[in-house]
């Protein structure tokens, strides 16, 4: 053999030897490579757990919180509801002034020569006059039918321009049934 082809012999022997450690160093970096991958991989791993225990307990706590927060809400809403029917309760159930106040006055403006007023307060006898005098000013030409229309409304001025306490010791307590 020549000394060429002996020189390109040892050289690709060389570029031989050469090539098999840098595949060997390639080999090692990768293997370190996947084993600091598989680490990584391994940490995030666990991370990933702790964060995901970390969101089921604040998801159990928030849950917790939201059932004390709806049971709180009911009882309030129960407390506000009782009250409610309390408070409706006495108002229908004592002689709710205002409500009558309000009742009579109105209707004896509105409806005044027929006498319904004077029934919302009690009185029988004197809503019976008025209801005739408004019936007979069909046939009188409506000179009584303007007479308790007149009456009524002078009484529903009166009854709405009074104070609650005073309307109620005048015509429900002091039982007066004319102005």
Do not use: R
Request: with cysteine.
């Amino acid at each position: 053999m020549s000394e060429e082809n002996k020189d390109l012999g040892d050289m690709a022997d060389d570029a031989m030897d050469s090539a098999k450690e840098g595949a060997e160093n390639l080999a090692d970096k990768a293997e370190d490579a996947f084993d600091s991958a598989k680490e990584k991989a391994s940490e995030l791993g666990d991370k990933a757990s702790e964060k995901f225990d970390d969101a089921k307990e604040a998801t159990k706590e928030f849950a917790e919180d939201a059932k004390e927060a709806a049971s709180d809400f009911a009882d309030d809403a129960k407390k506000t509801a009782n009250e409610f029917a309390d408070s409706a309760k006495e108002a229908f159930n004592t002689s709710s002034t205002e409500n009558k106040k309000m009742l009579a006055g109105i209707l004896a403006i509105v409806l005044g020569s027929l006498g319904i007023h004077k029934f919302i307060l009690g009185y029988q006898k004197e809503g019976i006059i008025m209801l005739i005098l408004g019936i007979l000013g069909f046939f009188t030409c409506g000179i009584t039918s303007m007479i308790s229309w007149i009456v009524g409304l002078v009484e529903g001025i009166m009854y709405l321009t009074k104070s609650d306490e005073e309307f109620y010791n005048t015509y429900q307590a002091g039982q007066k049934p004319w102005f």
